[in-house]
């Protein structure tokens, strides 16, 4: 793995700034982003500073307490006045979750239009504990963040005239169906007309940060104590020395470490990858169908969606992780069903992997024949 010269990555980037941006954190969570800022910058490179920048701008970092021992309880105290979610009452993922990166939009109705006028970015989290888990959950949260941080929020006009707000996470997005109700509020409802949720690409959404966060670990843990500043030394010396290593997969759930394990194969595709970087970072449609077309291209499908098709695979794993997450003994058509749906995602994994060497063989070739 390459190695970081923390201090030198430190004076590369304006650390005033962030010193101020981050003032307003708890104290705990305030020091641990001061401290990851340079190897989050440095790993994602050119423009990086930037958007991490504007993320701290509007992030807030919410903490459990007594009155919100939940993170469904801290969801609720930030809604807005004039907004209502339908599915409220639905079993979320957040009982589940040790962190959650949650955004809302604020929106208005004018001129009987519904209008977005800004958003509410939040990071639910338990009062930090500096072990390995503590820290990586939340550079994990911190990471949906900054991937969401442009064209976070869309709304749409369907031809019948429904108005709808789709919020983007990286590569992930969901849709909620916007109506005004008779007392004048809004109400979103994340279902489509079947019932289903309405978003897609969750799975590979979570692949790459799950794949983003080990590396920081990686990074991080890798780092002499002594280089880094006086007052965050004692987040690395207060761990137990167990937990001061990188490369031990345990500490992800276990649906996350699959799909861990798929993205880092993907991953071994530098010319996606970067795509995909493209398109993750910067929510705009262009990039995202430039990736689109480049894997259905390296594919050779020019009549078939094999980008979405292995994100369907990708979101069929996850969900079913999630299902049954609780689940003290599985039954033998559960096994059955999960190990049908991985086969068919590594099937496609597989597929475009070796497509992808003959169309680097094939650019090779083209590149020597023009020389």
Not at 282 to 293: E, F, H, I, M, V
Request: proline share 3%; aromatic share 10%; charged share 30%.
């Amino acid at each position: 793995m390459e190695h970081i010269d923390y201090v030198e990555a430190m004076a590369q980037i304006n650390m005033d700034r962030f010193r101020e941006l981050t003032e307003k954190y708890p104290p705990a969570y305030r020091d641990l982003i001061r401290l990851v800022i340079p190897i989050i910058t440095y790993y994602y490179g050119a423009g990086s500073e930037k958007l991490l920048e504007k993320t701290l701008e509007k992030l807030r970092i919410d903490e459990t307490n007594e009155e919100n021992a939940t993170f469904e309880s801290l969801e609720k105290s930030c809604w807005p006045k004039n907004m209502v979610d339908k599915n409220a009452e639905e079993v979320g993922l957040m009982d589940i979750a040790a962190g959650v990166y949650n955004a809302m939009p604020i929106l208005s109705v004018q001129n009987g239009s519904v209008v977005l006028d800004g958003e509410l970015c939040d990071i639910f989290v338990e009062p930090l504990e500096y072990t390995h888990d503590g820290i990586s959950n939340f550079i994990h949260e911190l990471l949906h963040a900054m991937k969401s941080t442009r064209n976070q929020f869309e709304i749409t006009t369907d031809d019948k005239g429904m108005q709808s707000v789709t919020a983007r996470m990286g590569l992930f997005h969901k849709t909620h169906r916007l109506s005004v109700l008779e007392d004048g509020k809004i109400q979103l409802d994340g279902n489509d007309e079947q019932g289903n949720k309405s978003e897609f690409n969750r799975g590979i959404e979570e692949a790459i940060n799950t794949f983003d966060e080990f590396v920081l670990m990686s990074r991080l843990l890798e780092i002499p104590v002594d280089s880094f500043p006086k007052d965050l030394q004692y987040i690395i010396l207060n761990m137990p020395e167990e937990e001061r290593r990188a490369g031990n997969d345990s500490d992800f759930p276990t649906g996350l470490r699959y799909l861990f394990t798929i993205y880092y194969y993907l991953f071994k595709d530098k010319k996606l990858d970067q795509r995909i970087r493209a398109a993750q970072l910067s929510g705009d449609p262009q990039a995202y169908n430039s990736l689109r077309k480049f894997f259905n291209s390296t594919m050779d499908n020019s009549q078939e969606d094999s980008w979405g098709e292995l994100n369907v695979k990708m979101d069929e794993v996850l969900a079913w992780f999630y299902e049954h997450n609780k689940d003290q003994k599985l039954s033998l058509k559960s096994i059955t069903e999960l190990r049908n749906k991985k086969d068919n995602l590594e099937a496609i994994i597989v597929e475009y992997l070796e497509k992808a060497k003959i169309r680097d063989s094939k650019d090779i070739n083209e590149s020597a024949e023009e020389i």
